[in-house]
């Protein structure tokens, strides 16, 4: 089964609303990374955390690492269309081997004008 | 700019073909990866390998087997193609062993009739 959840799986929001999307790990993770795939695309790497409590921001996003390196956050201020895609995030366990990253299933994101 | 290239954007193939998917990479990456994403699971984790003919497995990788004889390239082999296996399988590449951003290639959509 997925050993990184995202939630929630998908999230309609009307045009200049925030949203927050979580990914939750039961084990410790070693880094996460932040993916957005636009519709027919393919994923696109947005941002990398790798100490605990990290935040860090790009414009309307803002992403946070958990005290625990355990969860993970990706807040959207003032949704735009151009936010319309599906957000992974990907971690690494501390016990797995490095290249073993888990992504999470992923949150579809739809906007309404 | 890296460019991660896969030989065919859409495939068929007949149950019990043998299948060759082939990724090829421009930077020098050591790392390379492939994945398959089904609706609702997100990206899985088949391969991965970190150097010319070094691999180690991911989570799923009943059915497949992958080659790495020169360092820009990594195919993907399905030995016996069954239906289940139809999917999008996308590869990616990143550089060194610390965790850094992946890039992905545009991702083959394999259709196992």
């Known amino acids: 089964g997925q050993q990184v959840m995202q939630i929630p799986q998908y999230q309609h929001v009307q045009e200049g609303e925030d949203f927050t999307t979580y990914c939750n790990s039961s084990t410790t993770l070693s880094n996460i990374q932040w993916y957005k795939q636009r519709p027919g695309g393919h994923p696109v790497f947005l941002i990398q955390l790798v100490k605990s409590g990290e935040v860090k921001k790009q414009k309307r996003l803002t992403f946070q690492f958990g005290e625990a390196k355990k969860n993970s956050s990706l807040h959207i201020t003032a949704t735009q269309t151009t936010d319309v895609g599906t957000y992974f995030c990907?971690?690494?366990?501390?016990?797995?081997?490095?290249?073993?990253?888990?992504f999470g299933a992923g949150t579809q994101v739809v906007v309404t004008p | 700019d890296v460019k991660v290239t896969q030989s065919s954007r859409y495939l068929v193939k007949r149950t019990g073909e043998k299948v060759f998917l082939e990724c090829v990479q421009d930077m020098d990456h050591e790392n390379m990866f492939w994945y398959r994403q089904d609706p609702g699971l997100g990206l899985r984790l088949i391969y991965f390998s970190y150097d010319v003919k070094m691999k180690e497995k991911g989570d799923i990788p009943e059915g497949y087997s992958v080659s790495r004889e020169k360092k820009e390239r990594f195919s993907l082999i399905l030995e016996s193609a069954s239906t289940n296996q139809t999917s999008m399988y996308l590869c990616a590449s990143s550089l060194g062993v610390l965790p850094t951003e992946a890039f992905f290639g545009q991702g083959t959509r394999l259709t196992v009739v």
């Open positions: 990907a971690g690494r366990k501390t016990t797995d081997s490095w290249g073993k990253l888990q």
